[in-house]
């Protein structure tokens, strides 16, 4: 059992923990969440015992074992296999000793202790992990200096899950990883034997990986029970009530200030006075949690091309030699929202860059409108930005015509407000480089936008924005990504990359993860005996605006509700005097939801006609 009990520290005078309590129940899974900058990975490092408390403790079963992925990876000529299997201390110290040892009776012991911790299957299991976070096995065997810093991480990685240390710290372990490899770590983690804490902005891990939610706010800590969705849905209805209680103490203590006012110095009112004057001094004041800061993202909308902006005729692309891909014909319009699935090194990033126009087809042809405009982002341009430049001064050089307020506002569209404009890039956060990449990507209103790896540093606040910000978008969207959280609510058309081929793949984001987690021995899901009449173009796209049309009216009657919840939620509403008024705003919120469902209705059939046909 974690127990971190009445922890106070500061960071430069600013306080982070201020009597800070949690209990973790040994072998929990749990996700640690809060704002950026909140104090979550000095959290891990005050567990470490890296840092020092100033006040308070933190407890753990004598002989517990903490591990995390180190920050320094590892680049030598080791080899990646012997790199992970000496991350077992305990192990690797045994099997030397027993090298050298001559006192039969230490030999013993020696041997007893390797077989009580499975030394002998442990090259086997640290192949399996390596295999698991996308290491073939003729790669393990080479050494670690051959491969980059990306890879390495995934060896760290490797190494600290081999160890199965009594306590696993993971801070944000898939940001390095793929689809494949992020899925993969999250079956995993759910059989792990000891306690693990994470903290991730991946909702589909923290949703199926943990049983509870540590969140670290206002400087405490709360433990909820139970996966994300649950956190986020209990939080919010907390915040709703603590907000309306607000509500209601205000009025009332307004009411009574009002009396004392009034009524201080009259004589024979003297006495109510002071006792509503006590009455306030009692009033324990409700304070709301704060609400995470709302994020966004303002994309600029192309102008509408006639379809297809881009189409693939027997196309093939590569670096020179034989091509990674071939025999590509494929077809992007513009309100297409594709997926790309496929193990690491089968081509997806090749994929991309021939659509944004830096690779040429080595066979066959590839045609695109006259006036497409593509936007691409790819996790390495982030590391690409001038460190010694700030925001305003990147998109003056893309935009020099353009006048600061104007560029300042483009800036604030995504996120980057006055102190971030005037930051140089090396001091911005990595969520802050990353909205700074998107802005560069998409100034240009494109008609495609390719996006690999976008959710890499974003918190929970900023993903669920990117979901809003490319759901409204009015271009194509070909997205990379190991979030599938974020694939599930973007992506309508899945292609897998596979064999040098690329096809659209015929099940669903669930069959994927289904098939990835089960091995290859089922490539996809049956095919039904048979199948429908495809629909025409013309049909799936009168089907996509009925869904369109659907959504509006969804999102009005939403806007509505919340209004209406607003006023119902107005203490003085429910004064004597007012009762008729409430009535009538009764009414109005019960209409406005019989109209939600209907209109929930109405788009649910409208999803299942589009889906049926195909589109």
């Given at each position: 059992?974690?127990?971190?009990?009445?922890?106070?520290?500061?960071?430069?005078?600013?306080?982070?923990?201020?009597?800070?309590?949690?209990?973790?129940?040994?072998?929990?899974?749990?996700?640690?969440?809060?704002?950026?900058?909140?104090?979550?990975?000095?959290?891990?490092?005050?567990?470490?015992?890296?840092?020092?408390?100033?006040?308070?403790?933190?407890?753990?079963?004598?002989?517990?074992?903490?591990?995390?992925?180190?920050?320094?990876?590892?680049?030598?000529?080791?080899?990646?296999?012997?790199?992970?299997?000496?991350?077992?201390?305990?192990?690797?110290?045994?099997?030397?000793?027993?090298?050298?040892?001559?006192?039969?009776?230490?030999?013993?012991?020696?041997?007893?202790?390797?077989?009580?911790?499975?030394?002998?299957?442990?090259?086997?299991?640290?192949?399996?992990?390596?295999?698991?976070?996308?290491?073939?096995?003729?790669?393990?065997?080479?050494?670690?200096?051959?491969?980059?810093?990306?890879?390495?991480?995934?060896?760290?990685?490797?190494?600290?899950?081999?160890?199965?240390?009594?306590?696993?710290?993971?801070?944000?372990?898939?940001?390095?990883?793929?689809?494949?490899?992020?899925?993969?770590?999250?079956?995993?983690?759910?059989?792990?034997?000891?306690?693990?804490?994470?903290?991730?902005?991946?909702?589909?891990?923290?949703?199926?990986?943990?049983?509870?939610?540590?969140?670290?706010?206002?400087?405490?800590?709360?433990?909820?029970?139970?996966?994300?969705?649950?956190?986020?849905?209990?939080?919010?209805?907390?915040?709703?009530?603590?907000?309306?209680?607000?509500?209601?103490?205000?009025?009332?203590?307004?009411?009574?200030?009002?009396?004392?006012?009034?009524?201080?110095?009259?004589?024979?009112?003297?006495?109510?006075?002071?006792?509503?004057?006590?009455?306030?001094?009692?009033?324990?004041?409700?304070?709301?949690?704060?609400?995470?800061?709302?994020?966004?993202?303002?994309?600029?909308?192309?102008?509408?091309?006639?379809?297809?902006?881009?189409?693939?005729?027997?196309?093939?692309?590569?670096?020179?030699?034989?091509?990674?891909?071939?025999?590509?014909?494929?077809?992007?319009?513009?309100?297409?929202?594709?997926?790309?699935?496929?193990?690491?090194?089968?081509?997806?990033?090749?994929?991309?860059?021939?659509?944004?126009?830096?690779?040429?087809?080595?066979?066959?042809?590839?045609?695109?409108?006259?006036?497409?405009?593509?936007?691409?982002?790819?996790?390495?341009?982030?590391?690409?930005?001038?460190?010694?430049?700030?925001?305003?001064?990147?998109?003056?050089?893309?935009?020099?015509?353009?006048?600061?307020?104007?560029?300042?506002?483009?800036?604030?569209?995504?996120?980057?407000?006055?102190?971030?404009?005037?930051?140089?890039?090396?001091?911005?956060?990595?969520?802050?480089?990353?909205?700074?990449?998107?802005?560069?990507?998409?100034?240009?209103?494109?008609?495609?936008?390719?996006?690999?790896?976008?959710?890499?540093?974003?918190?929970?606040?900023?993903?669920?924005?990117?979901?809003?910000?490319?759901?409204?978008?009015?271009?194509?969207?070909?997205?990379v990504s190991h979030d599938m959280h974020l694939l599930g609510l973007v992506a309508d058309r899945l292609w897998l990359v596979k064999g040098g081929a690329v096809a659209p793949y015929e099940g669903d984001l669930e069959?994927?993860?289904?098939?990835?987690?089960?091995?290859?021995?089922?490539?996809?899901?049956?095919?039904?005996?048979?199948?429908?009449?495809?629909?025409?173009?013309?049909?799936?796209?009168?089907?996509?605006?009925?869904?369109?049309?659907?959504?509006?009216?969804?999102?009005?009657?939403?806007?509505?509700?919340?209004?209406?919840?607003?006023?119902?939620?107005?203490?003085?509403l429910y004064e004597q005097a007012r009762i008729g008024e409430l009535e009538t705003w009764q009414k109005k919120y019960a209409e406005v939801m019989e109209g939600l469902d209907r209109a929930e209705a109405l788009w649910l059939t409208a999803q299942e006609k589009l889906e049926e046909a195909g589109g």
């Open positions: 059992m974690l127990k971190i009990e009445d922890i106070t520290y500061s960071v430069e005078g600013r306080p982070l923990f201020e009597g800070a309590s949690a209990t973790i129940p040994t072998g929990h899974k749990v996700g640690l969440v809060g704002r950026n900058g909140a104090g979550k990975t000095t959290l891990f490092r005050l567990i470490k015992g890296d840092l020092a408390l100033e006040g308070g403790s933190i407890t753990l079963p004598s002989r517990a074992k903490i591990g995390g992925v180190a920050q320094e990876v590892p680049s030598s000529s080791t080899s990646l296999l012997d790199t992970v299997l000496a991350a077992d201390t305990e192990r690797a110290e045994l099997m030397a000793e027993a090298e050298h040892a001559t006192d039969p009776h230490r030999i013993a012991e020696i041997q007893h202790r390797l077989a009580d911790i499975d030394a002998w299957s442990a090259e086997g299991r640290a192949s399996a992990i390596l295999k698991g976070l996308g290491f073939e096995p003729e790669e393990q065997l080479r050494p670690c200096s051959d491969f980059s810093g990306g890879w390495r991480m995934r060896v760290a990685l490797a190494g600290v899950l081999f160890a199965q240390p009594d306590l696993l710290l993971l801070d944000e372990p898939t940001n390095y990883l793929d689809l494949e490899g992020a899925l993969w770590l999250e079956n995993y983690l759910q059989k792990y034997p000891h306690t693990v804490i994470i903290i991730s902005h991946d909702r589909g891990l923290l949703n199926r990986a943990v049983q509870g939610i540590l969140h670290l706010d206002a400087k405490k800590l709360t433990y909820w029970t139970g996966p994300y969705d649950q956190f986020a849905r209990q939080r919010a209805e907390r915040i709703a009530v603590m907000t309306a209680e607000a509500k209601k103490q205000e009025a009332r203590r307004a009411h009574l200030q009002s009396f004392v006012d009034r009524f201080k110095a009259k004589a024979s009112k003297a006495v109510q006075a002071q006792s509503r004057v006590k009455m306030l001094e009692k009033l324990t004041p409700i304070t709301p949690p704060e609400e995470a800061k709302k994020q966004v993202f303002t994309f600029p909308e192309p102008e509408e091309l006639s379809p297809p902006i881009v189409n693939l005729d027997g196309a093939a692309v590569g670096y020179g030699g034989k091509p990674v891909l071939r025999k590509l014909s494929l077809r992007i319009d513009q309100d297409d929202r594709i997926a790309l699935l496929g193990r690491n090194g089968e081509g997806k990033s090749t994929l991309s860059k021939l659509l944004a126009g830096k690779l040429q087809a080595s066979e066959g042809r590839m045609t695109t409108s006259s006036k497409l405009r593509v936007g691409y982002f790819a996790q390495h341009q982030v590391d690409e930005l001038h460190l010694d430049e700030t925001p305003l001064q990147h998109i003056m050089r893309v935009r020099p015509a353009e006048g600061q307020p104007k560029l300042r506002a483009r800036l604030a569209g995504f996120g980057l407000m006055a102190d971030q404009a005037d930051t140089v890039v090396a001091r911005l956060s990595g969520g802050q480089k990353a909205r700074l990449s998107l802005l560069l990507a998409t100034i240009d209103a494109p008609h495609l936008l390719i996006l690999d790896e976008p959710t890499n540093h974003l918190d929970i606040e900023s993903r669920e924005a990117l979901v809003e910000a490319l759901t409204e978008y009015t271009g194509a969207v070909v997205l069959d994927y993860r289904r098939m990835l987690l089960a091995g290859d021995e089922v490539e996809k899901p049956k095919a039904p005996v048979e199948k429908p009449k495809k629909a025409s173009r013309d049909e799936i796209l009168a089907l996509k605006a009925e869904v369109r049309k659907s959504e509006d009216r969804l999102a009005k009657l939403n806007e509505m509700r919340d209004k209406l919840a607003k006023k119902l939620a107005d203490p003085e």
